[in-house]
């Protein structure tokens, strides 16, 4: 009876109960097939300890080639001309900044073009007292811009410093106690 290609893979490596190395040993000796079988196990074990002992390739990565000087410098520039014209392109698509007179009688509501920056000037606000909490919501009521203001003779002026957005926006002037006193509207073209 032929060994088992698992027992002839313990006795390749050490690993047989020694109970049964005499028996497989005496058979090896008279059974070319099992001593061939033993052969390309053993062969086998041998190219897996020396593929396991050296060091694995490193693997080629994306940016390997900025390795190199001239591929670093000359990505750099690339990079560096590629943010200067995204830079460039979105300062001139929109207006540095707009203004507009809100009043907080119902009607059509003001329209701006898009700008970075939006000066907001209350009419009708109350001259007197203040300072007044002023925000600005979306459509839907999300907060997009709160700040604190005072009183003029012109009104209630505020600087929005932030890009908003195409559509409906509404400006909340609060006063003591927390209290809505006036509510005006105007839209962002897109």
């Known amino acids: 009876m032929h060994s088992t290609d698992d027992q002839l893979e313990y006795y390749a490596l ?63 520039a690339v990079a560096v001309m590629a943010i200067a014209v995204f830079v460039m392109n979105g300062r001139t698509k929109l207006a540095p900044a707009a203004s507009l007179q809100l009043s907080a009688m119902r009607g059509e509501m003001p329209v701006s073009e898009p700008a970075r920056e939006t000066d907001l000037t209350l009419i009708d606000a109350p001259q007197v007292g203040g300072p007044f909490r002023v925000e600005v919501v979306d459509a839907m009521g999300n907060p997009q811009w709160s700040g604190v203001a005072a009183s ?17 926006y509404f400006v909340r002037l ?17």
């Open 14 to 76: 050490g690993r047989l109960a020694d109970t049964a190395i005499p028996i497989l040993e005496e058979h090896l000796m008279v059974c070319a097939l099992c001593q061939k079988r033993l052969d390309e196990i053993e062969n086998f074990a041998l190219g897996m300890q020396q593929v396991l002992r050296e060091p694995a390739p490193e693997a080629a990565g994306f940016f390997d080639f900025l390795k190199k000087p001239a591929f670093a410098l000359s990505f750099a």
């Open 152 to 168: 003029a003779p012109g009104g209630i002026s505020v600087k929005v410093q932030r890009n908003l957005r195409p559509g409906d």
């Open 174 to 190: 609060y006063g003591a106690g927390n209290q809505v006193m006036h509510e005006y509207g105007f839209r962002v073209r897109s």
